[in-house]
């Protein structure tokens, strides 16, 4: 096969993007073993993460009304992946996602989160209609055909919008498009837009040499360009949507502008790729559980793209198909990062990481001179339209694109995304190859500096794990900050050669340095908290405040606690504990305190906090912990996470209140806390309570029940709730618990009940349990 240009980079700057192909022996061994990438999560793994979750660590800007699931567990090497979505109040969060990373220990090592604050939306009742945001949708593309309509949260960074998400199918500057289109609930304006597309043996009419070992699929006399074990790798007819079958197992006549040996270069790219992925990434096919979509060639556009359903192939302006394995295994890499967490990235980043996909494919596939041997160049064999490879990996310049980073190259309005890939392309290559390797092309550095490489398949393992750190929010400076993680990671226990060349290129080509990328020591300890140890005070005194400390990691650290006996807080900060001790505190307490690093490493120590007696307890004094929800945690009331609110409305004092209920569906919410009674005194609960609905029926269908023990203190209901809208307005309640409490222990818990239809939100505040002698 000849080596053609694959040319014009203003040609597949229209073509959404290169992707990477799936299984099937081709040149490469056979019998390697294939390592799924998904996996069942290790319990250490997703225990962890759960946690994280469950403790509502800072860094996930978790909201009283937003919930998450998992998705399933990807794994680089030792490391395993916990992704992340969420929904606010039952709507999904259109960059909310993040993912927890944890190590073969079970240790979470990193958060990589997209928003960068809380979902602040006061509701999520839409003023624009869907049927109006589907007319602004269809006006994004020419004989658009709309998808259905559905209200999300769009989250970008620390802002909030309701908006409708419709999906217009058709074209775009004349090109194929499936336009996802974000339309504000409230204003109707439309707010962004992401686009999904991006753009046996055979005869070959680029590959080889001929012929190549491409494998099918034999049922009865009939054969079929199926790839065996992958049976979503197909290529078809684009014609006709029909998988290329025949009475033999020879396919193609070397002539590149015929569809059947276009099929013979595109089937023989993937199945290369396929092994690549499972031989370097341990990943299984596209999707990492054994998928992969059909290619089609046969479009009549001088174009190649992946739309989320298929890669289409088109042809150069000689009429041959543009099936080079870089461009099919480009394709193919839309895919992968589709089908990695946070979806194709973002940050005008997206054809680089394809790029980077074909390069690898093409370099793990090594064909000898005159066909398509390793290089860096894409699409230099089929000559898009005469001009030779559209982008230059050694060189981005050469080509027109930017070599080096700066602001412009990250937004889509000032810098089309093929050319975008410069820096990317250009990181690539210096990481992989350095600046001024022997039998290689020089690479000229934005900053002069000598860079060496450490290979495509080790970069390439940095390179995938980092995806797999990967949110909607992901850019060239977030690319930066996970491959540096992903390089101390894999390989900084022994060596950090790894990270510092990564780190160097990275340098090389004007992408700044990231909060919480860290530094790599080779066996650098990660986060230990250090003083851990047993700690004793006296009930009602101020105790002599202490401040825990870690080591490891990237300071400063953020610190919680949980277990701490009432009256005592941390500093979040600080890590100081201080704080009084009420008089009725005596006994043991199991304390777990959190640290949490700059790069999201979360460590853990526990210890046993013995409070002992008063030496003179009297009937005086307040005896809730935690009393106005102003403490970082939310202990010792036991509550969900999602009830500990605050900023979101009004609360009576303080920052911080309760909200309970409001969901509008079926369900109930409860917060309790134990108090002591002491023997011979009365304890008087107050609290301060308001209340809103949407229930206009006049009868009891939403409730709030307060309760000592099993005793009801009071019962309210929508009816006693002011019918939204209406002002925030707290009332007190007063109740003298019974006197058989006194010398008990006594749970005191609030249960908000609603039913399926319109929403009641209880918010409480300002909670006391006063202790007095009896009259």
Same mark, same amino acid.
């Given at each position: 096969?000849?080596?053609?240009?694959?040319?014009?980079?203003?040609?597949?700057?229209?073509?959404?993007?290169? @992707?990477?192909?799936?299984?099937?022996?081709?040149?490469?061994?056979? +019998?390697?073993?294939?390592?799924?990438?998904?996996?069942?999560?290790?319990?250490?793994?997703? @225990? !962890?993460?759960?946690?994280?979750?469950?403790?509502?660590?800072?860094?996930?800007?978790?909201?009283?009304?937003?919930?998450?699931?998992?998705?399933?567990?990807?794994? %680089?090497?030792?490391?395993?992946?916990?992704?992340?979505?969420?929904?606010?109040?039952?709507?999904?969060?259109?960059?909310?996602?993040?993912?927890?990373?944890?190590?073969?220990?079970?240790?979470?090592?990193?958060?990589?989160?997209?928003?960068?604050?809380?979902?602040?939306?006061?509701?999520?009742?839409?003023?624009?209609?869907?049927?109006?945001?589907?007319?602004? &949708?269809?006006?994004?593309?020419?004989?658009?055909?709309?998808?259905?309509?559905?209200?999300?949260?769009?989250?970008?960074?620390?802002? #909030?919008?309701?908006?409708?998400?419709?999906?217009?199918?058709?074209?775009?500057?004349?090109?194929?498009?499936?336009?996802?289109?974000?339309?504000?609930?409230?204003?109707?304006?439309?707010?962004?837009?992401?686009?999904?597309?991006?753009?046996?043996?055979?005869?070959?009419?680029?590959?080889?040499?001929?012929?190549?070992?491409?494998?099918?699929?034999?049922?009865?006399?009939?054969?079929?360009?199926?790839?065996?074990?992958?049976?979503?790798?197909?290529?078809?007819?684009?014609?006709?949507?029909?998988?290329?079958?025949?009475?033999?197992?020879?396919?193609?006549?070397?002539?590149?502008?015929?569809?059947?040996?276009?099929?013979?270069?595109?089937?023989?790219?993937?199945?290369?790729?396929?092994?690549?992925?499972?031989?370097?990434?341990?990943?299984?096919?596209?999707?990492?559980?054994?998928?992969?979509?059909?290619i089609k060639v046969g479009i009549d556009d001088v174009n190649a793209y992946y739309d989320g359903t298929q890669v289409q192939i088109g042809h150069n302006t000689s009429g041959q198909w543009l099936s080079a394995i870089d461009i099919v295994a480009h394709e193919y890499g839309h895919g992968i990062d589709d089908h990695t967490p946070g979806g194709i990235s973002n940050g005008n980043t997206s054809e680089f990481v394809a790029d980077v996909f074909g390069t690898a494919t093409e370099w793990f596939d090594n064909q000898p001179a005159p066909y398509?041997?390793?290089?860096?160049?894409?699409?230099?064999?089929?000559?898009?339209?005469?001009?030779?490879?559209?982008?230059? *990996?050694?060189?981005?310049?050469?080509?027109?694109?930017? %070599?080096?980073?700066?602001?412009?190259?990250?937004?889509?309005?000032?810098?089309?995304?093929?050319?975008?890939?410069?820096?990317?392309?250009?990181?690539?290559?210096? @990481? !992989?190859?350095? %600046?001024?390797?022997?039998?290689?092309?020089?690479?000229?550095?934005?900053?002069?500096?000598?860079?060496?490489?450490?290979?495509?398949?080790?970069?390439?393992?940095? *390179?995938?794990?980092?995806?797999?750190?990967?949110? #909607?929010?992901?850019?060239?400076?977030?690319?930066?900050?996970?491959?540096?993680?992903?390089?101390?990671?894999?390989?900084?226990?022994?060596?950090?050669?790894?990270?510092?060349?990564?780190? @160097?290129?990275?340098?090389?080509?004007?992408?700044?340095?990231?909060?919480? $990328?860290?530094?790599?020591?080779?066996?650098?300890?990660?986060?230990?908290?250090?003083?851990?140890t047993s700690r004793t005070a006296t009930a009602g005194t101020t105790i002599f405040p202490f401040t825990m400390t870690a080591t490891g990691g990237t300071g400063p650290y953020a610190w919680s606690a949980s277990g701490l006996p009432a009256g005592l807080t941390i500093g979040s900060n600080t890590g100081e504990v201080d704080g009084s001790l009420g008089t009725d505190t005596a006994g043991s307490y199991v304390v777990t305190v959190t640290a949490i690093d700059q790069a999201g490493q979360i460590a853990r120590g526990s210890f046993t906090m013995?409070?002992?007696? #008063?030496?003179?307890?009297?009937?005086?004094?307040?005896?809730?912990?935690?009393?106005?929800?102003?403490?970082?945690?939310?202990?010792?009331?036991?509550?969900?996470?999602?009830?500990?609110?605050?900023?979101?409305?009004?609360?009576?004092?303080?920052?911080?209140?309760?909200?309970?209920?409001?969901?509008?569906?079926?369900?109930?919410?409860?917060?309790?806390?134990?108090?002591?009674?002491?023997?011979?005194?009365?304890?008087?609960?107050?609290?301060?309570?308001?209340?809103?609905?949407?229930?206009?029926?006049?009868?009891?269908?939403?409730?709030?029940?307060?309760? !000592?023990?099993?005793?009801?203190?009071?019962?309210?209901?929508?009816?006693?709730?002011?019918? &939204?809208?209406?002002?925030?307005?707290?009332?007190?309640?007063?109740?003298?618990?019974?006197?058989?409490?006194?010398?008990?222990?006594?749970?005191?818990?609030?249960?908000?009940? $609603?039913?399926?239809?319109?929403?009641? &939100?209880?918010?409480?505040?300002?909670?006391?349990?006063?202790? +007095?002698?009896?009259?």
């Open positions: 096969m000849n080596l053609r240009n694959l040319g014009a980079a203003s040609v597949l700057a229209t073509a959404a993007a290169l @992707a990477v192909v799936p299984h099937g022996p081709a040149a490469a061994d056979p +019998t390697a073993p294939a390592a799924p990438t998904v996996s069942d999560p290790p319990p250490t793994a997703r @225990a !962890a993460a759960d946690e994280v979750v469950a403790a509502r660590a800072p860094q996930l800007h978790l909201g009283p009304h937003d919930a998450v699931h998992a998705k399933p567990t990807l794994r %680089s090497d030792d490391l395993r992946f916990v992704p992340y979505e969420r929904t606010h109040r039952g709507l999904p969060v259109v960059g909310g996602d993040f993912v927890v990373v944890v190590d073969g220990a079970g240790d979470v090592v990193h958060l990589s989160v997209a928003q960068t604050d809380e979902v602040q939306l006061p509701d999520v009742v839409p003023s624009v209609a869907a049927p109006v945001a589907r007319t602004k &949708s269809a006006a994004k593309v020419t004989r658009a055909r709309l998808g259905r309509s559905r209200l999300v949260v769009l989250q970008r960074g620390d802002r #909030s919008d309701l908006a409708w998400r419709t999906t217009a199918s058709g074209r775009r500057d004349g090109e194929p498009s499936r336009l996802d289109v974000y339309v504000d609930a409230d204003s109707g304006q439309v707010l962004e837009t992401s686009e999904n597309v991006q753009h046996g043996e055979g005869n070959p009419g680029w590959s080889g040499p001929a012929p190549v070992r491409i494998d099918t699929l034999r049922t009865g006399p009939t054969y079929a360009m199926t790839t065996p074990g992958a049976t979503t790798l197909t290529c078809q007819d684009s014609a006709t949507n029909r998988t290329f079958t025949g009475p033999d197992d020879v396919w193609g006549n070397g002539n590149p502008a015929s569809k059947e040996t276009g099929c013979v270069d595109a089937l023989y790219g993937a199945q290369q790729m396929k092994l690549m992925l499972s031989r370097w990434l341990g990943r299984d096919g596209m999707d990492a559980m054994g998928d992969w979509l059909p398509d041997t390793r290089d860096f160049l894409i699409g230099e064999q089929v000559d898009f339209d005469g001009t030779g490879e559209i982008r230059n *990996m050694h060189d981005p310049s050469l080509e027109n694109d930017p %070599s080096c980073y700066s602001a412009t190259v990250g937004n889509p309005e000032l810098t089309g995304v093929h050319s975008a890939a410069g820096p990317g392309n250009h990181w690539f290559y210096l @990481a !992989a190859i350095g %600046s001024n390797a022997a039998g290689q092309p020089q690479s000229p550095t934005c900053n002069g500096a000598r860079v060496h490489g450490i290979g495509v398949p080790k970069l390439m393992k940095i *390179m995938y794990t980092a995806m797999l750190m990967k949110t #909607s929010a992901s850019s060239y400076p977030m690319y930066r900050q996970w491959t540096l993680i992903a390089a101390r990671q894999l390989y900084g226990a022994s060596s950090c050669v790894e990270f510092n060349r990564v780190k @160097a290129a990275w340098n090389a080509v004007s992408v700044p340095a990231q909060p919480g $990328e860290g530094t790599c020591t080779p066996g650098q300890d990660t986060l230990r908290v250090t003083n851990a013995t409070v002992n007696g #008063s030496p003179s307890p009297f009937c005086t004094g307040q005896r809730l912990g935690n009393a106005g929800f102003e403490n970082q945690t939310r202990a010792p009331w036991n509550m969900p996470p999602w009830l500990y609110e605050g900023t979101r409305f009004t609360s009576r004092s303080g920052l911080n209140h309760v909200v309970m209920g409001g969901m509008g569906v079926a369900g109930s919410d409860t917060m309790s806390q134990e108090v002591r009674i002491p023997e011979g005194c009365r304890a008087t609960l107050t609290f301060y309570v308001s209340s809103r609905t949407d229930e206009a029926a006049p009868e009891a269908l939403d409730t709030l029940t307060v309760r !000592a023990n099993s005793y009801t203190l009071l019962t309210r209901s929508n009816l006693d709730a002011c019918l &939204s809208p209406c002002a925030n307005s707290y009332v007190q309640v007063t109740k003298v618990l019974p006197a058989f409490f006194a010398g008990r222990t006594v749970t005191l818990s609030w249960t908000s009940q $609603e039913n399926a239809m319109n929403r009641t &939100s209880w918010y409480v505040d300002d909670v006391a349990v006063t202790i +007095t002698p009896v009259p």
